[in-house]
T-cell receptor, first 116, second 112 residues
Framework: KAGVTQTPRYLIKTRGQQVTLSCSPI?????VSWYQQTPGQGLQFLFE???????NKGNFPGRFSGRQFSNSRSEMNVSTLELGDSALYLCASSLEVSGTSYNEQFFGPGTRLTVL | QQQVKQSPQSLIVQKGGISIINCAYE??????FPWYQQFPGKGPALLIA?????SEKKEGRFTISFNKSAKQFSLHIMDSQPGDSATYFCAACGGSNYKLTFGKGTLLTVNP
């Protein structure tokens, strides 16, 4: 079974631009989460989607947004890019299992975003 | 507020030695504690996980010890190998949300 795929793997943008990152979850997984990883702040939760609905949101400004499609694929968008947005953006998918409070998350390789 | 504190930041161990990484959490609603391993250029990969109804879980050379009253858990890597050199993250999740709260990570170097 194929793992979580993310595109593109690398991206270079300039301040003020916007960017869209894509994530394809493992087949059958309906929950998709996004995380930002930086050397200073570590791994931080951005948001989580399930059945096209945002179910959880982290403490990031409104410039960070996302969506999920009916096939569970997800995109995240960052508008008005700032230098501090340079990071590895990770997507994780999980198989929703009813009756459990947590489902194992599988991470993709990430998209390395550099803002100049 | 850092809800999961991880130590040490870095660790150097000789081949065959035991690597120990510790984490402490604050939120008593957490009920799932995974450990992730990350190699450069890769996403984190789940290594082993534990729920608070057990005090220890072992999978091969990797063991999680869990102390609910102290709100602490640790990862032990027995017979550490150079291939274990990576960054290790503890995490926690629970309550009504599905987000993982991560520790800051430990860079493990195993010398041959």
């Amino acid at each position: 079974k194929a793992g979580v795929t993310q595109t593109p793997r690398y991206l270079i943008k300039t301040r003020g631009q916007q960017v869209t990152l894509s994530c394809s979850p493992i087949s059958g997984h309906r929950s998709v989460s996004w995380y930002q990883q930086t050397p200073g702040q570590g791994l931080q939760f951005l948001f989580e989607y399930f059945s096209e609905t945002q179910r959880n949101k982290g403490n990031f400004p409104g410039r960070f947004s996302g969506r999920q499609f009916s096939n569970s694929r997800s995109e995240m968008n960052v508008s008005t890019l700032e230098l501090g947005d340079s990071a590895l953006y990770l997507c994780a998918s999980s198989l929703e299992v009813s009756g459990t409070s947590y489902n194992e998350q599988f991470f993709g390789p990430g998209t390395r975003l550099t803002v100049l | 507020q850092q809800q999961v504190k991880q130590s040490p930041q870095s660790l150097i161990v000789q081949k065959g030695g035991i690597s120990i990484i510790n984490c402490a959490y604050e939120n008593t609603a957490f009920d799932y504690f995974p450990w992730y391993q990350q190699f450069p250029g890769k996403g984190p990969a789940l290594l082993i996980a534990i729920r608070p109804d057990v005090s220890e879980k072992k999978e091969g050379r990797f063991t999680i010890s869990f102390n609910k009253s102290a709100k602490q858990f640790s990862l032990h890597i027995m017979d550490s190998q150079p291939g274990d050199s990576a960054t290790y993250f503890c995490a926690a999740c629970g309550g009504s949300n599905y987000k993982l709260t991560f520790g800051k990570g430990t860079l493990l170097t195993v010398n041959p």
